[in-house]
């Protein structure tokens, strides 16, 4: 009995998508956008369990965000027009692209930079450990990173040069650079890119759970885990970029910030071991009980009989140590005894220095 098995086809290629922008009411929803968002949604969610984890307050972590991501778009745009100037100014360039970030062109460099100075104007306002809130969140940025690289894949850019592999990224006509219009497939960078960055989160949660990395050295671990990766992925792409002495800008970008990244690693375990205490003071998830007494609640003098009779003991003591020796009475003073004579009409005894006598 013959048996038909059915052939499945696979393509030898990773297929572009058919499109990256839907128009819902006339508005059009691009996908670049949609992975930013996502992203940045992903990035906060990891990045507040850890901060709640090592018990730090939610809202606070909220404010701080509030600050560190718009900061983070902005300077992610300037870094990307800065270093890509030539596509937006001189002969028959448009500046007012450079405002047009829906069409790509963000610097993950000047997104970490500008984005750590609002944290910190964040911090600083709500009197929180900066270091401590980049540890928390570091993992988060290289997983926001991941959606970020499928951005690129919607917008069929920042690819590498041609290949014949399987794993081959299918780019249309439209996009592919001067020079390589005979060529239809080329290296995923973003695709490198986006599972190296899942193994960066990895690698930043399983060395803190084993070594409690504190003081800023889960982010430079972070740091020093992207910058290994992105310095041999930014030599595969072929997009036009600067090059400084034969290498691209983002390649001595990369080398330097992550001999910096372990630099500040060793120098943090070195001076601050350990982490630091979240569970008190404006960080903490938790407030710290007020003891302050309450106009409602008493006294505890006012209600303790024990305390109140030392109290009047210690009163009476002081009165005797001053030489006053006008006897008290729960209902007020006495009349005061004679000094010459008890009441038998002997000569009162002389007072000694135990009964507050002074020489």
């Known amino acids: 009995m013959s048996s038909l098995i059915a052939a499945v086809m696979v ?12 128009h819902v009411l006339g508005l059009p929803i691009r996908a670049y956008a949609l992975c930013i968002l996502a992203g940045i949604f992903a990035g906060y969610w990891l990045g507040r369990r850890r901060w709640i984890a090592r018990g730090g307050s ?16 902005v300077g992610a745009r300037i870094y990307h027009v800065i270093t890509d ?62 959606f970020g690289r499928f951005g690129n894949y919607f917008n069929q850019e920042l690819f590498g040069r041609p290949t014949t592999k399987p794993w081959g990224l299918e780019i249309s006509p439209e996009h592919r650079p001067d020079g390589y219009a005979n060529f239809a497939t080329f290296q995923p960078t973003f695709l490198y890119e986006a599972v190296w960055n899942l193994g960066v989160v990895a690698l930043v949660l399983l060395a803190d759970r084993r070594f409690k990395l ?38 001595w970008t990369a080398l330097i910030l992550f001999v910096l990244a372990v630099a500040a690693f060793i120098l943090s375990a070195r001076k601050h071991p350990g982490q630091e205490n979240l569970t008190t003071g404006p960080a903490a998830g938790k407030p710290t009980p007020d003891t302050t007494p309450t106009p409602d609640a008493p006294h505890p003098t006012d209600s303790d009989p024990t305390t109140a009779d030392a109290r009047s003991a210690g009163t009476a003591a002081a009165d005797a140590s001053s ?8 209902d007020g003073p006495g009349p005061t005894p004679s000094a010459s004579a008890d009441p038998a009409g002997e000569p009162a005894a002389e007072a000694s220095p135990a009964n507050g006598s002074r020489d």
């Open 85 to 146: 100037n030539e596509l937006y100014f001189g002969d028959g360039r448009h500046p007012i692209d450079a405002l047009k970030i829906w069409h790509g062109g963000l610097g993950i460099w000047g997104a970490v930079g500008f984005g750590a100075l609002g944290a910190w104007i964040a911090c600083r306002r709500a009197k929180v450990p900066f270091l401590a809130v980049a540890d928390a969140i570091a993992p988060g940025i290289a997983l926001a990173q991941i």
């Open 58 to 73: 939610a809202p606070v972590l909220a404010d701080i965000m509030f600050w560190a991501i718009p900061f983070g778009l």
């Open 11 to 22: 393509p030898e290629f990773i297929p572009s998508p058919s499109q990256g922008v839907w």
């Open 323 to 330: 030489g006053d020796s006008t006897p008290t009475t729960a």
């Open 214 to 251: 504190g003081h800023g050295r889960a982010f430079f671990l972070y740091v020093a885990g992207y910058t290994a990766g992105r310095a041999w992925i930014e030599n595969l792409r072929i997009d036009t970029v600067n090059h400084i002495f034969g290498l691209r800008l983002n390649v």
